[in-house]
T-cell receptor, first 119, second 107 residues
Framework: GAVVSQHPSRVICKSGTSVKIECRSL??????MFWYRQFPKQSLMLMAT?????????EQGVEKDKFLINHASLTLSTLTVTSAHPEDSSFYIC???????????????FGPGTRLTVL | SQQGEEDPQALSIQEGENATMNCSYK?????LQWYRQNSGRGLVHLIL?????REKHSGRLRVTLDTSKKSSSLLITASRAADTASYFC???????FGEGTQLTVNP
């Protein structure tokens, strides 16, 4: 099946630093990738939709200058948390759709998540 | 947004029993998808049911869809301890998730 990887799986950083999280589709091409954030014992909250070669679409309330998304190729999207603070500590999950198998209405494939802890 | 809402929030059963969880949504759909999340992990796609289908099976999973009531149900038969997870429904194109159903299967 389709595999999505994320790197790193865990990261601990100091307050004020920036952290980059990579999301890769390993065996398929994804024109669209999605970034979610999940706080403990809560649901996944969609942060933004990342489109290859164009600007990301952010959900209401998500600061685009704080969460920079780049989708430079059909297999890679990155999320950079700039000037991270303890309240940004969360579980970040990406997902991707296979562009060859039916487009916007097929299933999404999720990465394993990245646990960010900001001290 | 087309957010799915799952019910119940939590379900605890014994191994071997069946587990049923429900999902409601608000607008017309192309299809509805169920996902599972083990604690601290990403989501795994379980099953997709199209709007013109009423029932679908996959192994021990049975999904029904009632578009007139805008609802779906997921039945897990002969549950196992390994089925312990959170279960979510969502509809494309932009999948947004409700609180999910936390299923605990006791050995």
């Amino acid at each position: 099946g389709a595999v999505v990887s994320q790197h790193p799986s865990r990261v601990i950083c100091k307050s004020g630093t920036s952290v980059k999280i990579e999301c890769r589709s390993l065996d398929f091409q994804a024109t669209t990738m999605f970034w979610y954030r999940q706080f403990p014992k809560q649901s996944l909250m969609l942060m933004a939709t990342s489109n290859e070669g164009s600007k990301a679409t952010y959900e209401q309330g998500v600061e685009k200058d704080k969460f920079l998304i780049n989708h430079a190729s059909l297999t890679l999207s990155t999320l950079t948390v700039t000037s991270a603070h303890p309240e940004d500590s969360s579980f970040y999950i990406c997902s991707a759709r296979d562009r060859t198998s039916g487009g916007a209405y097929n299933e999404q494939f999720f990465g394993p998540g990245t646990r960010l802890t900001v001290l | 947004s087309q957010q799915g809402e799952e019910d119940p929030q939590a379900l605890s059963i014994q191994e071997g029993e069946n587990a049923t969880m429900n999902c409601s949504y608000k607008t017309s759909i192309n299809n509805l998808q169920w996902y599972r999340q083990n604690s601290g992990r990403g989501l795994v796609h379980l099953i997709l049911i199209r709007s013109n289908e009423r029932e679908k099976h996959s192994g021990r999973l049975r999904v029904t869809l009632d578009t007139s009531k805008k609802s779906s149900s997921l039945l897990i038969t002969a549950s196992r301890a390994a089925d312990t997870a959170s279960y979510f429904c969502a509809t494309p194109p932009r999948l947004t998730f409700g609180e999910g159903t936390q299923l605990t299967v006791n050995p």
